[in-house]
């Protein structure tokens, strides 16, 4: 019996014991739901990162809760929700018990004063404890104003939302008044004497004032835009003279019978998310359709001008000025969508499109150094009438005299834009010094002229005695196809000098010179490829990929492939001379074709590289020399080319004196003369230490005084020795030529 007992009070023992445990480990677990910090009765899973008097580690931000008072939104970061009940905080010196509130994580917090505050924060938590204080310095400065609304009265004192009046050079008046400079426009139509001045300036802009539109009737949102309309009877609606530290937004201008923005001499502005429509500026001279600016240093303008007109700068005209920035869209517009003068280290990042002008349609940069161009320049039409050495640019423009337009740099992409009567359908350059650099996709442009006019060149780039520019973009699917026109796309007249072309130049069309490029200058390198150029007008076409004439000493060392032209489907050099090519010009195939590069009455000139895979069906396979002395063709593998019989793989026609042709590998068809001389040929050509291909070559060489050569398996078979003999070859100075069989 005394057994039973005691086992039994054991188990009641036990019992009891595992209950209590139960019970403790629940009081443990609410515990931690009400005091996060005590990390004796939770998991160690469950252990928080805790700041000073083990309350979580928090931040927090202010900001003014609106702009016309002086309250503050304080956001809270770094603390759950869930764990605290309270928040305190104040700008005062010391605290006080009733800054106390319910917590969240936003809060806005009631303030009287602007300026330099010291805010302070601290937290209590559900369980009791409290934080230490967070305290940070901030400055704000409130931007009181005064209020302008269609339906405002104007007299009301305008100093708040509720009062509001009803002309905006009212509300100005009234700011001056109290020393405020914010103007908060509501949305709505303003016009003469009913809303803006009655005449021009609608607005007198002050300087350091803000004008903000696009505000609600409330004036608590701000998302639309406030409309200044000139009634086409005011000239200007706003002028901004002799001003810094301006602030214009969420306005539009319309109706101005001169320009809506008229700003001189001014300095650290802002004009944003404007809009400058329907505004003509008439007149012979008339500058600045939607804005005009003169003298304007670290200022930023970003806004939309569309279908304005002025005969220079139908978008902006810009004349004298540095370190600006211009953005947003200029389109539609008559008389150039953007015009820089005489402008210095700027940047343009716009669309622009759409616009129309008598000289440069898209943007305009006269004597101005240092800009830099971004964004997308496209189907501009400039309509320049007479053509000539300063007419040209549907696209782009950079041009001027003392100073010059250089180191300007386009990233632009410039594509679709016309010009008429005038060079370089995307981007033309004239008078250039120390050059600039085009970076951006030059494509689909269009260079088109009159009858009787010299114009019309240059598809892609149009060039008028510029020098030293860099042309790093691709240059692609230009057209210049009217008339005698060439440089489908690129055109350098007047002896452009030391320009660099390394962007690829294909597919672009002309009518009779140049289908990739047509070129006088002097001293321009092409480090590039140039291919699939196509010139329209075949029976008088010469140039396929690139035509040089009256110029000197330019380096040529691209990649040629595909091109299209009657006489020199890659090439064509016509009085020019000293120039160097060094490159690959392989797969060009022209029914009717006369070489695939051709020199005539060109001095001088040489070739260097690989000339493979093309076909002519009328003349020289791979080269002709024409009544051009002095020239070599050294260290070339001149092979699988197929020409027209006599002509040969290579052609020296009609008193082609003193060429060197030495150290090449030479091949082309069966039944094809490696090298033919015909014509009024005069002696006194080098031919030597080349390898003729005879299994790929009817005969080695003709000329017109000797005979022919035959192919000849070995140096000893009879007839060999012909072509090393100078007498029967007619040069001075023939031997060491071999042969092999491939």
Avoid at 8 to 26: I, V
Avoid at 198 to 209: K, L, Q, S
Avoid at 371 to 397: C, E, L, M, P, R
Avoid at 642 to 648: H, I, L
Wanted: with cysteine; proline share 2%; aromatic share 10%.
């Amino acid at each position: 019996m005394k057994r039973i007992i005691l086992l039994g009070t054991l188990f009641a023992l036990a019992s009891t014991l595992c209950a209590s445990l139960f019970m403790y480990q629940d009081k443990k677990k609410e515990t931690w739901r009400t005091n996060p910090t005590d990390t004796k009765g939770m998991s160690p899973d469950k252990v928080l990162t805790t700041g000073t008097n083990g309350v979580p580690a928090f931040d927090f931000t202010a900001a003014l809760s609106t702009h016309d008072t002086a309250d503050l939104t304080i956001t809270i970061t770094g603390v759950s929700a869930d764990i605290v009940k309270d928040v305190a905080i104040w700008t005062a010196s010391s605290f006080d018990a009733s800054f106390w509130r319910t917590y969240a994580d936003v809060v806005n917090h009631q303030n009287t004063n602007d300026g330099s505050l010291s805010i302070k924060v601290k937290l209590r938590l559900k369980n009791g404890i409290e934080s230490t204080v967070v305290t940070k310095a901030y400055t704000f400065i409130v931007p009181w104003g005064a209020y302008a609304s269609a339906s405002g009265n104007d007299a009301n004192d305008g100093l708040t939302r509720t009062t509001a009046v009803k002309n905006i050079p009212t509300a100005i008046a009234k700011a001056l008044a109290v020393g405020r400079t914010n103007i908060y426009i509501a949305t709505g139509t303003y016009t003469r004497a009913n809303g803006i001045n009655n005449t021009t300036p609608g607005i007198d802009v002050p300087r350091g004032f803000r004008f903000r539109g696009g505000w609600d009737s409330g004036f608590n949102t701000q998302s639309g835009y406030s409309t200044l309309y000139g009634e086409n009877s005011i000239a200007t609606i706003m002028r901004i003279t002799n001003a810094w530290d301006v602030y214009i937004e969420r306005f539009m201008l319309s109706g101005a019978t001169n320009r809506p923005i008229d700003a001189q001499y001014i300095t650290n502005c802002v004009i944003t998310n404007c809009i400058l429509t329907a505004n003509t500026n008439t007149g012979a001279s008339s500058y600045g359709g939607g804005m005009f600016v003169q003298h304007m240093y670290n200022c930023i303008i970003n806004m939309s001008a569309i279908s304005n007109s002025a005969n220079n700068g139908g978008g902006i005209y810009v004349e004298y000025g540095a370190h600006n920035k211009i953005t947003g869209m200029y389109i539609n517009n008559y008389g150039c969508g953007i015009r820089l003068y005489g402008m210095h280290s700027n940047y343009v990042d716009a669309i622009v499109g759409g616009n129309i002008a008598a000289d440069c349609a898209g943007i305009s940069i006269y004597g101005s150094l240092s800009n830099i161009i971004y964004g997308d320049v496209y189907s501009n039409v400039s309509t320049n009438a007479g053509g000539g050495g300063g007419a040209g640019g549907g696209g782009i423009k950079m041009n001027g005299t003392f100073p010059s337009s250089d180191r300007n740099v386009i990233n632009a992409s410039v594509r679709y834009n016309v010009v008429t009567n005038g060079d370089g359908g995307g981007i033309y350059i004239a008078n250039s010094i120390s050059g600039n650099t085009i970076n951006g996709a030059i494509s689909q442009n269009k260079a088109v002229r009159s009858s009787g006019l010299s114009a019309g060149n240059g598809g892609g780039i149009g060039m008028y005695q510029a020098n030293s520019n860099v042309i790093n973009g691709a240059v692609t699917f230009n057209e210049s196809i009217s008339g005698s026109s060439g440089g489908g796309g690129v055109s350098l007249s007047s002896y452009c000098a030391g320009n660099r072309f390394y962007g690829d130049i294909a597919y672009n069309n002309a009518n009779t010179n140049g289908g990739g490029v047509v070129m006088t200058g002097n001293y321009n390198l092409f480090s590039n490829i140039i291919v699939g150029n196509i010139l329209l007008l075949g029976p008088i076409s010469k140039g396929g990929g690139l035509y040089a004439t009256n110029g000197c000493s330019n380096t040529i060392v691209s990649i040629f492939s595909n091109n299209q032209a009657r006489e020199g489907a890659a090439i064509y050099l016509v009085s020019t001379y000293g120039n160097s090519i060094c490159g690959t010009i392989a797969n060009h195939s022209v029914s009717g074709g006369i070489a695939t590069v051709f020199f005539r009455l060109a001095p001088t000139n040489g070739i260097t590289g690989t000339i493979i895979n093309n076909t002519m069906t009328t003349g020289a396979g791979a080269v002709t020399f024409e009544a051009s002395t002095n020239c070599y063709l050294t260290n070339a593998y001149v092979t699988n080319n197929v020409g027209f019989s006599p002509f040969g793989v290579i052609s020296l026609v009609n008193a082609a004196t003193a060429c060197v042709i030495q150290s090449c590998v030479i091949g082309g068809t069966n039944g094809l003369y490696g090298i033919a001389e015909s014509g009024t040929d005069t002696t006194g050509h080098t031919i030597m230490n080349n390898i003729f291909i005879t299994n790929r070559l009817g005969n080695l060489y003709t000329n017109t005084i000797g005979g022919t050569t035959p192919c000849v398996v070995t140096n000893s078979a009879a007839g060999w020795s012909q072509i090393n003999t100078e007498a029967y070859s007619g040069a001075t100075t023939a031997n060491g030529n071999t042969v092999t069989n491939w």
